[in-house]
């Protein structure tokens, strides 16, 4: 089965523009999340979607939002980039959000550059 | 301040020599605690979870084992291919299904 796959896989923007990140979760899965990791450091949580709808929030600004389609792929959004929105940004996705079968599957993610 | 908390932040080792990775956390109410192995640009790959005290778990060279406030991952007569960087995570209780990453450690072994 095909894991966690993300789109696109580099991507460089400049300040002041907006982008869209992709995630396709593991077939099956119906919560995904997004992360953002800074070299050097643990990946920060975003959002989780689980069927479609947020069930979590991380200190983030407005600037960043998210959303879940039917098929429980994703998509993350973030305006008005700043240099310091340059990261790593992981998606991960898991079964269900119960304890028990919670663990997350992380794809490659996407590396974005502002300049 | 930091509810997890990872040490040491970087480890070189030969290959062979055993040693472990401390993953301490701050909080009560654990709901999960999990280990991920990090290649550089890459995502992190999921290893254990653990949910009690006194549980362990084993992976080829690895094994994870949870106190009351702390885990450890014991690396067993490591091989070259065993270096990246080990994130722990925990969940805690309170309805957040929301894991909180440390900064992990890196992890050299050298031939």
């Known amino acids: 089965d095909a894991g966690v796959t993300q789109s696109p896989t580099h991507l460089i923007k400049t300040r002041g523009q907006q982008v869209t990140l992709r995630c396709s979760p593991i077939?099956?899965?119906?919560?995904v999340s997004w992360y953002q990791q800074v070299l050097g450091q643990g990946p920060q949580f975003i959002f989780q979607y689980y069927e479609k709808e947020e069930r979590g929030r991380g200190n983030f600004p407005d600037r960043f939002s998210a959303r879940q389609f039917p098929n429980y792929s994703s998509e993350l959004n973030v305006n008005a980039l700043l240099l310091g929105d340059s990261a790593l940004y992981l998606c991960?996705?898991?079964?269900?959000?119960?304890?028990?079968?919670?663990?997350?599957?992380f794809g490659p993610g996407t590396r974005l550059t502002v300049t | 301040e930091d509810q997890v908390t990872q040490s040491p932040e970087a480890l070189r080792l030969q290959e062979g020599e055993s040693s472990s990775l401390n993953c301490s956390y701050t909080?009560?109410?654990?709901?999960?605690l999990f280990w991920y192995r990090q290649d550089p640009g890459k995502g992190p790959e999921f290893l254990f979870t653990l949910y009690s005290a006194g549980e362990e778990k084993e992976k080829e060279r690895l094994k994870a084992t949870l106190t009351k406030k702390e885990s450890f991952l014991h690396i067993t007569a490591p091989k070259p291919e065993d270096s990246a960087t080990y994130l722990c995570a925990v969940r805690l209780s309170g309805g957040s299904y929301i894991p909180t990453f440390g900064r992990g450690t890196s992890l050299i072994v050298h031939p």
């Open positions: 077939s099956g899965h119906k919560s």
């Open positions: 991960a996705s898991s079964l269900e959000l119960g304890q028990g079968i919670g663990e997350q599957y």
């Open positions: 909080v009560s109410g654990l709901r999960g």
